[in-house]
């Protein structure tokens, strides 16, 4: 099988502090990190790749040149090979833009059964970019699997996470897939892997080798209009209910009661 | 960035810090030092990020790292954990170590891949109770009986040795005590007339079992010797070189938390109405502390990469890195225990451990006086 992991370099937003003046993110000196939900992204790819190994897991990343190190990791948890999308051009990209961008990439690639993203990235939070790479591909896409059951006959059967339970699909390959946290717990790179990783040769492709025209990719294509970043006003101190559930469902109850809810 | 680290040193330490801080729990710990046992699941689960086999070229199923990237392994383990890097660097040093330097290739593939992958233990049987700093005093034998050799003698403080599958023993094949012939031999630990001792109480380090190796009237083949007759010493001076380097990157590793817990204690505690940093008495400790830390990871990578070059002169450097980062070690976690005040003492607080896991630095793979020996014999030739 052929699969492509879209995945993100993202700042810490753990560690984030927020401009209280400008109401922007303060990214000097934070570390860059994988996406969350691209690691469990990859992951499902790589156990896909651990029960067959004639599978081959290919990284298709847009970033700044430093996110070769952000693939690197990818190699060195076991995904085969890795493309970097860099290019000035690309710079101010929204969704649409980037999914142009990533889906351009994906047709040049041209052979792959499985695109797997990860549900959103921390820093934006749009959970857009997968299924909108999947419109444009022409493809079915699953949003939100929590769970791979099975592959039959060209078509994989997943579980789609809902707010109260979930949903089985059945899907006709090649298809989208995007991952949340709940789909596995991604693995660790190895040693082994990271001294690989160093010796692989990424290639970086830029509007040209996508074939796009500038006009056409970063923020000459993107629609989206920042008017306003601002910080929500914190809300209160939340309290903590203690004890056994009895208990803590009588303090809940006494403090509706209190507040007149119930 | 340190100057004598590339990128992907900084990956391996992401690696080793993400593993040591999800695995390592207080849970975890608080469990080993109350029973003593170290859990399977991540002694496996270290097998599985490859920490067993880091300078092993990967040919032998090894990681194919360099002494950087391994020494940053033990830096970031002993940064959380003393014992846990003391489970991950025996089968890169102690165990392996003899057996990449002279072993035959039937002999790597049978010990060391079983070690590497974590399904295999191997202690390392050179000290003896009189033969400490000065191993070519030992007095266990290996007397030549047609094809085999019959071993005799009493081995201590051997590291893991009451749960080791195997030990390479080193012993005299030549009688005459002038002689320093000693060879080093694979013995395995159930054969008849192999015992080991009652696990030492130890002070610190606790949850890898240390004990004496007996040995009497051990039948072995020839086959069980490891390199030439009379290359054991070499071989396991060899082995401990890069022994001294890990050791040299755990004082580091312990030295960076006692530092970030004392900083830590000394925000939120308040004496004379003001936290104790502003204390300019505990400042001062602080910005000493601080800056031995940075000296100590300095003289560390410096000589890891002159061993990564090839450089003639890395044995001094390393025992330089071994002294200067045992000792510092030692006096900055005791600092940190002065900075925790009465709280240090106790065991709820990870400094109390911290100290008492650095006691030990100063005293194996070379006591800082032998350190000293080479370092002056260097400076004086």
Redesign the interface.
């Known amino acids: 099988m052929k699969i492509i992991v879209c995945a993100k370099q993202v700042p810490d937003t753990t560690e984030v502090k927020i401009d209280p003046v400008k109401g922007t993110l303060i990214r000097d000196g934070v570390p860059s990190i994988l996406n969350p939900d691209d690691a469990n992204a990859l992951e499902a790819a790589l156990q896909i790749k651990d029960a067959d190994p004639d599978t081959t897991v290919t990284i298709v990343s847009m970033g700044p040149p430093q996110a070769t190190e952000m693939i690197r990791e990818c190699l060195a948890m076991g995904a085969d090979n890795g493309i970097l999308l860099s290019d000035r051009a690309f710079g101010g990209a929204d969704t649409i833009a980037t999914s142009s961008q990533i889906a351009a990439a994906i047709r040049k690639i041209a052979d792959y059964d499985i695109i797997f993203a990860g549900r959103q990235a921390i820093d934006g939070d749009t959970a857009q970019v997968g299924p909108q790479i999947a419109r444009r591909l022409g493809l079915p896409v699953v949003t939100y699997v929590q769970k791979i059951r099975e592959f039959k006959d060209g078509k994989v059967i997943v579980e789609r996470q809902l707010e109260d339970g979930y949903e089985v699909l059945e899907v006709q390959m090649p298809c989208l897939l995007t991952a949340v946290k709940e789909l596995n717990t991604p693995r660790y790179m190895t040693v082994h892997g990271i001294m690989d990783a160093y010796k692989a040769d990424i290639p970086v492709w830029n509007h040209d080798d996508l074939g796009l025209a500038p006009e056409c990719c970063g923020l000459n294509a993107s629609p989206t209009q920042v008017l306003r970043s601002f910080t929500p006003a914190p809300k209160g101190k939340g309290e903590m209910a203690a004890g056994s559930v009895k208990d803590m469902t009588e303090t809940l109850v006494d403090r509706l009661n209190e507040k007149h809810l119930i | 960035m340190n100057a004598y680290l590339?990128?992907?040193h900084e990956?391996?330490r992401?690696?080793v810090r993400?593993?040591a801080e999800t695995e390592l729990t207080k849970e975890v710990i608080d469990e080993i030092e109350e029973t003593h046992e170290y859990p399977k699941e991540i002694f496996d689960?270290m097998a599985?990020?490859?920490?067993y086999g880091?300078r092993v070229p990967?040919e032998l199923g090894?990681?194919?790292?360099d002494y950087r990237?391994y020494v940053i392994?033990a830096e970031e383990l002993a940064r959380v954990s003393v014992v846990s890097n003391i489970w991950a660097t025996t089968p890169n040093s102690l165990a392996g170590g003899p057996i990449l330097n002279e072993g035959t290739d039937e002999q790597k593939e049978k010990y060391l891949k079983p070690v590497m992958n974590g399904e295999m233990k191997i202690c390392f049987a050179l000290t003896e109770p009189e033969a400490g700093s000065d191993p070519s005093g030992m007095t266990t034998t290996a007397v030549k009986d047609g094809d085999d050799y019959i071993l005799n003698g009493r081995k201590c403080f051997i590291t893991m040795a009451p749960i080791a599958d195997y030990a390479i023993v080193f012993a005299r094949t030549n009688p005459d005590p002038k002689a320093r012939e000693i060879s080093a031999f694979i013995v395995d630990m159930k054969l008849e007339g192999v015992s080991t001792g009652a696990p030492e109480k130890k002070m610190g380090v606790i949850g890898c079992p240390t004990s004496d190796v007996i040995l009497n009237n051990v039948r072995v083949s020839k086959d069980a010797l490891l390199g030439e007759e009379g290359s054991g010493l070499r071989n396991a001076l060899a082995t401990l070189d890069v022994g001294r380097m890990a050791c040299a990157a755990q004082a580091v590793g312990v030295a960076e938390a006692a530092l970030e817990e004392a900083i830590k204690y000394s925000k939120e505690r308040k004496q004379f109405g003001k936290p104790l940093c502003k204390h300019q008495a505990i400042a001062f400790m602080l910005a000493d502390m601080a800056t031995e830390v940075e000296a100590m990871r300095g003289l560390l990578y410096q000589a890891a990469w002159m061993k990564d070059k090839g450089s003639k002169e890395v044995g001094k450097f390393a025992s330089m890195a071994k002294y200067y980062c045992a000792e510092k070690a030692n006096e900055i976690c005791g600092k940190a225990v002065q900075i925790h005040g009465g709280y240090g003492f106790m065991k709820d607080y990870k400094v109390e451990r911290f100290y008492r896991d650095a006691r030990v630095m100063t005293i194996y793979e070379g006591t800082s006086q032998v350190q000293q020996m080479v370092i002056s014999r260097a400076i004086l030739k």
Do not use: D
């Open positions: 590339e990128p992907k990956m391996v992401k690696l993400q593993f689960k599985k990020c490859g920490f880091m990967q090894g990681q194919g790292a990237s392994m």
